[in-house]
């Protein structure tokens, strides 16, 4: 069953840092993008990082520089190191995967909180 599973979320103060993981099956094969969303109380889910197969790679401007999105394609894991977390950061985080050539795939995680105290 295709599934991603993951992992890292937690309650942080702001400064501090936390690293999620998100593995998927390898029953998802031929992964193109890689992407990491999150949605805060009252808003919309939005794109905050993103790497395509090739290794380039996109941030939300309220990230940059403080994020960084890595994947290991061996394991089918997709990395996302937050830095300097600061109370806005605060979010439900989604891992995304896109698959397939002539027929695309979408998958999303289940969701990790981030918390983050000021």
């Known amino acids: 069953q295709a599934q991603l599973v993951e992992s890292g979320g937690g309650l942080v103060q702001a400064g501090a840092s936390l690293r999620l993981s998100c593995a998927a099956s390898?029953?998802?094969?031929?992964?193109?993008?890689m992407g990491w969303y999150r949605q805060a109380p009252g808003k919309q889910r939005e794109s905050v990082a993103v790497?395509?197969?090739?290794?380039?790679?996109n941030y939300a401007d309220s990230v940059k520089g403080r994020f960084t999105i890595s994947r290991d394609s061996a394991k089918n894991t997709v990395y996302l190191q937050m830095d300097s977390l600061k109370p806005e950061d605060t979010a439900v985080y989604y891992c995304?995967?896109?698959?397939?050539?002539?027929?695309?795939?979408?998958?999303w995680g289940h969701g990790t909180q981030v918390t983050v105290s000021s």
């Open positions: 790497i395509s197969g090739g290794g380039s790679t």
């Open positions: 390898r029953s998802i094969f031929d992964i193109n993008a």
């Open positions: 995304n995967v896109n698959s397939g050539s002539s027929t695309r795939y979408i998958y």
